[in-house]
Structures are given as C-alpha cells and as structure tokens.
C-alpha cells in the first residue's frame, strides 16, 4: 500500500496524522469489498456468489463504500504504527484515535483522512542539568527516646488488662467506661445525648468531650456534673467556643498491668529473641531503616518536584483519565463494592464524583509526571541491574528484615515479584546516580516522630 503521512504536533501531548492512500489502493480496497458482498450476499432471483457488480452497487453502493473505507484506515494505521520509525508517534493505549470526519472515497482520486490522537510525552531527561538542583537532606537521629516509645508499645501489647476494684480512684492511663448525657441551661438532661458505655483511655485524648482530667479521682459507680469550655481552636465545630454541661457516671475502670522489660518478654515478643539486647538491637534496627527509607522518599519527592517545575511538560488526556479512573476503582475496591455501587453510594452522600477527580487532578498530574521522568532517565542511562546486585539485594533485605536470604527468594520466587523487585533495583541504582550528581546539602533537624507527619 502506498501511503504518505504528515504529523503535527498538538498541545497536551497530542498529534494530528494526516494520511494520504494513493488512489490504486482506493481502487483494490472497494474492489476487494466488493469481491467480498459478491461471494456472501444473497439477493432473490440469483444465485449466492452470482450476483451481479452492477445490481449490489446499486443496492448496497454507500455501505460497500463505508467499508472499504474503513478497511483502508485500519491497514495503512496499522502500516504507519507498527513501523518502528514511528515509536513517539503511536497514539497511546487509553484511547483510540480520533477520525476528524468521514473522508469522501472516490476510487478515481487519493484517499486523505485525519486522525487526533494521544502520544506519550516526549521527555529528554539526558538534557537536565542536575547541578543546578539542591536537595535538602532532613537531618534525624534515632536513640533512647525512639527506643523506649516503642518498647513501651510492646508493653502495652502484651499487657493484661484487668478490673480496678471498687474503690480505687481512676488515674491517667486507665481504661474508662462511662454514660454520658449533655444537660440544658435548666439542668434537664437533653436526650438525643445520651450515651452508654462509652469507652476510652484517660489522658489519650480519644474522647470528644476533653474530659479526661475532669474524670481523674473517680471511683467507680460515682456521678459527676460537669462544666466544660471549648475553645475557637476546636475542629469540631458543634463545640466550637462553646460551654457545655454534662452529667457523667463512671461505669467501669479497668487498669493494664505492663509486663516486665526482660528476656521473657522478648521472648515472647518473637522466638528468635532470646535476651532483650536481641529485641532492642531488632527494633534499633527497624527504627533506622524506617528513618532512611523516609528520608529517601523525602529526597525523591524533592528532586522529581523540582524537576517537574524546572522542565515542564503536558500529561495527555487519556493517560490522566485512565489514572484518575483506576484510583476511583481502587476506592471501590478499598469500599469492598462495585465502581456502580460507590457512584450511587458518592451521590447518595450529596458530593460529586467530579468534584472528587477534580481534587485528586494534581496529585495524579504529579505522579504521572514523576513516573514519566523516571522512565526517562533509566532508558536514557540505560541503567541495569546484574544477578550480582540482585543477590545484594537480597542480602540488603534479609539484614533489615532480620531474616535469612532464603527466605527474602522465597518471597521473590514469582516472577512477576521478581520483576517487581528488578524494577526497583534499577531505580535505587538510579537515584543513587542522581543524588550524587545534584547538590545535596544538610536540612532541618527533625524529630524522627516528626519526620514520619511531613
């Protein structure tokens, strides 16, 4: 087939192909469908396979030329994009291209028709210039305290949780159950308040009432009238600077009896400890990988940000609709339900769902922009990874996992895991390359606390 095509660039990573068939194709595509309706149609008063040109023409002529027109645009499409010339001109997957209008077919002229289309951004990562990029690196350190708030988490894990005796006074940290009920400005109690048995840890701040000081000292069975006064700082705009009375009766207190910090517990805790220093040398270490995982992403976020700005570029329509479509279904998923069921379920709720993929647009804009640059990068770098540094990963995640390097390949033994984990040795590999090419400098101390809330 003997085809000619001129593209033109468009805004939002979109083209516009321009396609000329030379008029002898037009000619063998309408004889070809021809040949076709001649063979499978059959008309009263004549044989199957013998009906004239002349009278399917006349009957079938404006059909017959649909489809041989049709048939030219699907093969010399397929011509054009299966050329591997045209890799950056292949319209995406998400959407199919888009036929301007219905091109006139004359078997005596050449067939021109235009199609639009999405292609995949064009980014020349090799071309950044990374010097001129600063990093800040958050500056963290783990120690006691991160240690003790988690061992004192195993604590209250294994804790026995038992009932305080009659007439012991409540205390910070106790487990209380009480009834509730708001009172008017008359002292009656306002029904619609009421609530039994409601439970929570004194001093957590787990309530919305912001009693638990007022509740310190009780026994159980006692009753308390309560006045209390919110500020215009509250997030919960019913209590917003407003006074409230309450009227409240302890129904149940209950203590955790902490278990002892020793090899017991450590034992407990997993059998592969054997002396507390084993648990605390294991939490240590889980401490300072979750430390410079986030920092890392921290980094990652930083430099992808900057490079979004500094070197922009458009996100195609349908590769952010098939983003935005595929986080409403994993919504759905997160729902347990169908993605017909969440629509009704949103409206049900007096929100609109495009309201919803409105608000999520520029985050999805960014993840596909980030996800597009690095791409970029590895195929530019041509980055690779060898059996060799697979198997130091392997090693890497046995070590912070605290577990044997058969274990991690057991892990990894499908090979679509095994991909995965490929695919993330590349990028390591590659943001390794990076980082030591821009300008990182030392950040803010952080709160290792703090460093998980940014």
Avoid: C
């Avoid at 305290?145 to 006074?169: F, H, M, P, T, Y």
């Avoid at 209950?254 to 605390?280: G, S, Y």
Wanted: no cysteine; charged share 35%; aromatic share 6%.
């Amino acid at each position: 087939m003997k085809v000619t095509k001129e593209i033109e660039k468009l805004e939002h990573s979109a083209a516009k192909l321009t396609v000329t068939v030379a008029k002898k194709d037009v000619a063998d595509s309408y004889s070809e469908t021809l040949g076709k309706y001649t063979k499978q149609v059959q008309i009263p008063g004549f044989r199957k396979g013998h009906v004239p040109a002349s009278v399917l023409e006349r009957k079938y002529g404006e059909q017959i030329k649909m489809e041989a027109a049709s048939d030219l645009i699907d093969k010399s499409l397929n011509e054009i994009f299966s050329d591997e010339k045209e890799l950056e001109n292949r319209p995406l997957p998400y959407a199919q291209p888009v036929l301007e209008k219905m091109p006139e077919f004359d078997t005596s002229k050449d067939f021109v028709y235009t199609v639009t289309y999405d292609v995949f951004p064009k980014v020349d990562a090799a071309s950044f210039d990374l010097k001129s990029i600063s990093v800040k690196e958050p500056q963290v350190t783990v120690g006691d305290e991160e240690l003790n708030e988690e061992l004192k988490g195993i604590q209250e894990r294994n804790a026995v949780v038992i009932d305080k005796k009659d007439d012991e006074k409540a205390e910070k940290d106790n487990i209380i159950t009480i009834s509730i009920v708001e009172k008017d400005e008359n002292g009656a109690e306002i029904a619609s308040t009421k609530r039994e048995d409601f439970t929570f840890t004194i001093g957590t701040a787990e309530n919305v009432y912001k009693i638990d000081d007022e509740l310190i000292g009780l026994k159980k069975g006692d009753t308390k009238e309560i006045t209390k006064k919110y500020g215009k700082d509250e997030k919960d705009e019913s209590l917003k600077d407003q006074t409230k009375k309450y009227s409240v009766t302890v129904k149940q207190i209950k203590v955790r009896n902490l278990p002892a910090l020793d090899d017991e517990l450590a034992q407990d805790v997993n059998e592969k400890f054997k002396t507390l220093d084993d648990l605390k040398k294991d939490i240590m270490r889980n401490l300072e990988n979750a430390k410079n995982n986030k920092i890392n992403e921290i980094k990652t976020n930083d430099l992808l940000s900057q490079l979004i700005e500094k070197y922009p570029f458009e996100i195609p329509a349908s590769m952010l609709n098939a983003e935005l479509d595929g986080r409403w279904r994993m919504m759905a998923q997160q729902f347990q339900t169908s993605v017909e069921e969440l629509d009704r379920m949103i409206t049900a709720s007096g929100q609109k769902k495009e309201d919803m993929l409105k608000e999520w647009t520029g985050d999805a804009e960014k993840m596909l922009k980030s996800r597009i640059i690095v791409d970029s990068f590895l195929k530019a770098r041509n980055v690779s990874v060898t059996p060799e540094e697979i198997e130091a990963e392997y090693q890497k995640i046995a070590d912070g996992n605290g577990i044997t390097v058969d274990e991690v390949k057991q892990h990894y033994a499908d090979p679509r895991s095994k991909e995965y984990l490929i695919d993330d040795a590349k990028e390591q590999k590659l943001y390794k390359e990076l980082f030591a090419e821009v300008k990182l400098a030392k950040g803010d101390k952080v709160a290792f606390k703090d460093l998980f809330n940014r």
